[in-house]
């Protein structure tokens, strides 16, 4: 199948791009390369055995006609749409920055879709967007663990900004099957996401980092003094925030198994999680073991808009797809991102 994603230079998009050409799917990547990395394709291509089925375009999801041009020539059908700016500090500063990028970018894919079924190849026939557990804003303690059905009211931009993009979907996917076409969407909403490629060829490279797990890893590597952790006065067993870690690699193969089941004329939400949670203690505990060091921990204040526990039910993508998370221990999660750290201690510019 030939694949466009969007965003495959950044973390997630990188690991996803990897199953697929193990897979034996045809790949594009779209990314701009604001935040992602041309030495993860490069290493991508390098060691995949079929290197030469990975296409790279240094576009803007918003140039729809660029878009429009790679569905036709690469004779697309699937969509696997990462690219977004995922900072939730960043985006209650930019609000307007983060609708235009990832609302209105993924519009213009959509756009693009839509023309595309006037091709010969009869055009894009399954999209899978990157959503996210933000969209549920702060769920009363009732709906944890979460489930899809639990409304969704994001409490800052980067959550309304995909909720939004959930919603186009749904419209998109509903007229063109009112017309005849054969579109589905699926969004997965990610709740956070962990850990690195096992073989270490790629790996999380953000900057600034702002994922628990790495920043923990940066703290005993002794690159930062030390772990802040925002409120240990939550009503939790040891009072610091819990939340549910998936793997990159499960991620990456929750992808490819939403692509090969999902089904036409439909848009499907999963929730993508282990359906556990581990504190925030847990982890720097779990880092201590793993990395063999100690990590000097201060307690800060809460943070706004930090729900005490945060995990989901994972239950409708096992029942409907057969997925089920493979990485479940944190610290052979941990033991994945601690090796691509210490080996690339400077990410991709090592
Ligand atoms: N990392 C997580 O824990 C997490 C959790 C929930 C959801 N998500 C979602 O998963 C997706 C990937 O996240 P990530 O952590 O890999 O982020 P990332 O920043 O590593 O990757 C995003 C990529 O998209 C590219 N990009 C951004 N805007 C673009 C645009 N307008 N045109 C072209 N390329 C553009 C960036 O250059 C980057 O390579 C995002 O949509 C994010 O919202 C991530």
């Known amino acids: 199948m030939s694949v466009l994603v969007t965003g495959g230079a950044g973390y997630i998009g990188s690991h996803a791009v990897q199953r697929l ?65 995922t900072y939730v500090g960043e985006s209650v500063e930019k609000p307007v920055d983060y609708y235009t990028n990832n609302t209105a970018g993924s519009l213009s894919l959509i756009r ?14 399954r999209f899978v967007f990157s959503s996210t557990a933000a969209t549920y804003g702060e769920p009363p303690a009732e709906h944890v663990p979460i489930r899809e059905n639990c409304p969704q009211h994001p409490i800052n931009p980067y959550g309304a900004s995909k909720l939004m993009v959930e919603r186009m979907l749904i419209d998109a996917v509903s007229a063109a099957a009112r017309h005849g076409r054969n579109f589905g969407a699926a969004c997965l909403r990610y ?22 797990i790495p920043i923990a890893i940066q ?40 692509m090969q089941k999902m089904r036409a004329r439909e848009t499907v939400a999963y929730n993508l999680g282990i359906g556990r949670g581990y504190s925030v203690r ?37 029942r409907e797809l057969g997925w089920n998370a493979g990485w479940t221990d944190l610290d052979r999660i941990i033991a994945t991102a601690w090796d691509w750290m210490r080996h690339n201690p400077d990410g991709y510019k090592s």
């Open 21 to 85: 050409l193990a897979e034996g799917h045809d790949v594009v990547v779209v990314d701009n390369l604001f935040r992602g990395h041309l030495a993860a394709i490069d290493r991508l291509r390098q060691r995949a055995k079929g290197g030469d089925r990975l296409g790279f375009e240094r576009l803007d999801i918003g140039q729809t006609d660029a878009i429009e041009a790679i569905i036709r020539e690469r004779r697309i059908e699937t969509i696997m749409h990462f690219a977004a700016w």
């Open 112 to 125: 693009a879709c839509e023309r595309s079924w006037s091709h010969s190849h009869g055009g894009v026939k």
């Open 191 to 212: 709740f956070n996401v962990a850990g690195a490629d096992r073989t270490g060829l790629i790996g999380e490279d953000h900057d600034p980092e702002t994922h628990l």
């Open 219 to 258: 703290a005993a590597l002794g690159k930062r003094p030390g772990l802040t952790i925002f409120g240990d006065d939550y009503p939790t067993p040891d009072g610091t925030c819990i939340r549910d870690y998936v793997h990159v690699e499960d991620l990456a193969d929750a992808h490819v198994t939403v």
């Open 282 to 318: 847990e982890v720097a505990s779990a880092v201590e073991r793993v990395t063999g060091k100690p990590i000097p921990i201060t307690i800060g204040k809460r943070r706004a808009g930090d729900p005490p526990a945060l995990f989901a039910d994972p239950a409708k993508i096992r």
